[in-house]
Every structure is written in C-alpha cells, then in structure tokens.
C-alpha cells in the first residue's frame, strides 16, 4: 500500500490521540502548559493541516497531487515530536527548539512554494481558496521565525512567544480553517454556494490584517486587538449572515458535519471575543486558548474528518459504503459540536469539567471512527 492510502487517516487518528493527550495529560503530571499546548497543535493540528492542504491543492489548481510531498506532514510531526519532547524536560531555552522550528518552517515553505507554482501554471486563475492556504503558510512561517529569534532577543522573548502563538492559532489555523470551510460546507450541504469565490477574495485582505493586528497587540500593545476584532468581524459577519440565509435547515439539524462546520465558526467568533475580552483585562489568556482549541478546533477537525475520512479510507468510486460512513461519523455532529462549544465556554469561565465535556465529545467521535474503519471495504 502506498503512503498516499494511508496519509490522511493516520493524520486523522494521530490528530485524535493528540487531541486526547492534550486533554489528559496536565491531570495526570505537572508538565508546561506549553506541552499539552504543542501536542495538540504542533503534533496533531499542524500534519494534519499539511496532509489536507495536499489533498485540497490539486482539487483547487485542478492538477494532480505532488508526487515527493507525502512526507512533509510528517516531518512536521517530527518537528512538533521534538518540541514537545524539550517542553517536557523543561528545556525552554534548548537548542532543540529553533531545530523543531527549523523543520517545520522548511516543510512549511516546500508546501507554499508548491501551492504557488500549482497555481501560476494551471489554465485560468486558481480558487480564491488556495490564497488563504498561501496566506496561512506565511503565517506560520513567520511564527517560526519567532522562535529563533528568541535567543536573538531574550529580553523580547514573552512579546515574541505571543507573537508566535498568535500567528499559528489564527494565522496558519483560522486561515486554513476559514478558507477550507467556505468550500467544504457547501459540500457537505449538497448546494453550491455563488458567493463563495466573492466572499472569499474579498475576505482575505482583512482576515490576514485581523491576523497581524492580533499577532503585534498581544505582544507588545494591546490596544490592537479591537482593530483587529473589527477586522474579524467584517469577515465573520458576512460568512454567517449568507451561511445562514443558504443554509438554515442543515445548521439547525443535530446531525451532519454542517452543523459541526457551522459551529466551529461560532467557536472562532467566541474565542474572537475572548481575546478581546483578555486585551481589557476581563478573561485569562490560558481559558482564551483553550476555548479556541475546545470550542473552534474540535468542532471543525470533527466534522471535516466526518466529511472527508470515507473518501480517504476508499478513494475513489463513491459507493453505498462512502454514504453509510459519512452518516456514522456525523452522527449526532451537531450536538457533538455543542458539547465541544460548552467545555471550551466553561473552561473559559473557569469550571475544569469542560475538559471532560471535550472528552466526551472526542470519545463519541473516535468510536465512529473505529467502527467505520473496521468495516471499510477490502480491495484487492
């Protein structure tokens, strides 16, 4: 079996035992905050991440898949592993971290120089999609960047560490997150949507200035944070306000990645506003983040991967089997994404169950996945 059978599943099911990990792991021992942080991220959200954009890139340029790019999800993973690994002994100055950040920046820039390339030689102009990916991989390499210049300028090192947490959490993620969602949802909805291209070129601009405004106030003047809310807004308002009138029905139902999808949009308007609520001194950094991975995270890997992973567990035909999966998978979603909003929301506001609520909701998920796995079609 070759690597690209298996690439997206296994990223799946690793971003799922991170996840969990993530969850679990500060209960049990007395690590960094920055080990459950970079687990979840770094090891699971970020491979993943790369392995969908290698999936999407040749749907959105029209081509075929890059043939030597299977590999760079998992020197990401590798990166990340490593990160972690220096977090847990407590190296915070190891020379082991700008080495991780190294490795992922170099698989970072391979994946957008691809993406750019894909896109100047296809036949016509790219989807709009494809400039958030480029826009999202930027992001995240300028976020690792921070990390080496933190022996540079120790005296800058926290400003520097907000910079660089900012810029992967709504730079490389909410702008993956934001552009994959305006074509997947529509998908998973069986419509298509006209506004989309519009919406997402003209979106764009400001979502990448939420990003950088974001990024610079939390680290060194947070006055900014309510540019960048504003910033935000205009792109959130819009997308909920046509989502809404397209899509009313599905965003309502308990089951379907939709409501999932949908909910993951609310999760980043909130933890949106908790930011802006931590620049005025009214919510904890720490419960700002967590309500971002419990309440936006979870709600979108759930539903894309409910989408998405019978396609990747049988490529291609579609069949009986890829509706029976995708309807187990998104089985009650949409409640499932509320319980991942609610933990995220009680975290925030200082109730530790919340952590449980996600791990509910992660439970109920990788159950599905299990049994869909399980009875996937043999081939020869």
């Known amino acids: ?54 999936h999407f890139i040749p749907v959105l340029t029209r081509g075929g898949e890059g043939r030597g790019l299977a590999l760079l999800p998992f020197a990401a993973m590798g990166a990340g592993m490593l990160a972690v690994g220096m977090f847990v002994r407590g190296e915070l100055l190891s020379p082991g971290l700008p080495v991780a950040a190294a490795m992922a920046w170099a698989a970072a820039a391979v994946l957008a120089a691809w993406a750019l390339r894909r896109g100047r030689a296809m036949l016509g102009s790219p989807h709009p999609c494809l400039h958030w990916y480029v826009a999202a991989l930027l992001c995240l390499m300028l976020a690792l960047l921070a990390v080496a210049a933190m022996p540079v300028w120790p005296g800058e090192r926290l400003a520097l560490k907000r910079f660089h947490l900012h810029l992967n959490l709504l730079g490389f993620v909410g702008l993956t997150a934001l552009g994959t969602l305006q074509v997947l949802l529509p998908t998973a909805a069986g419509r298509f949507d006209p506004g989309a291209a519009l919406r997402l070129r003209q979106g764009l601009p400001w979502a990448v200035a939420g990003v950088l405004l974001t990024a610079v106030g939390a680290a060194w003047w947070p006055p900014l944070a309510w540019l960048a809310l504003a910033a935000w807004g205009k792109v959130l308002w819009r997308l909920g306000r046509e989502w809404w009138a397209a899509y009313q029905q599905e965003l309502r139902a308990f089951h379907g990645a939709v409501p999932s999808l949908g909910l993951s949009a609310v999760g980043l308007a909130a933890a949106l506003a908790a930011g ?60 499932r994404a509320a319980v991942f909003l609610a933990g995220g929301l009680a975290v925030l506001g200082g109730w530790p169950g919340g952590f449980f609520l996600a791990l509910l909701g992660l439970a109920h998920f990788a159950a599905g996945v299990a049994a869909v796995a399980a009875k996937r079609p043999q081939t020869g």
């Open 276 to 335: 802006g609520a931590q620049a005025g001194g009214a919510a904890s950094a720490t419960g700002t983040a967590h309500l971002f991975i419990l309440g936006f995270l979870f709600p979108l890997v759930t539903g894309a991967a409910g989408q998405l992973l019978p396609l990747w567990l049988q490529p291609g035909r579609q069949t009986a089997w890829h509706e029976q999966a995708r309807r187990r998978l998104t089985r009650w979603a949409g409640l």
């Open 1 to 54: 079996m070759r690597i690209r059978n298996f690439e997206l599943p296994l990223l799946v099911a690793v971003a799922l035992f991170a996840f969990a990990g993530g969850l679990l792991l500060p209960r049990l021992w007395p690590l960094l905050p920055a080990v459950h942080v970079h687990l979840a991220l770094a090891v699971g959200v970020m491979p993943l991440i790369f392995g969908a954009m290698r």
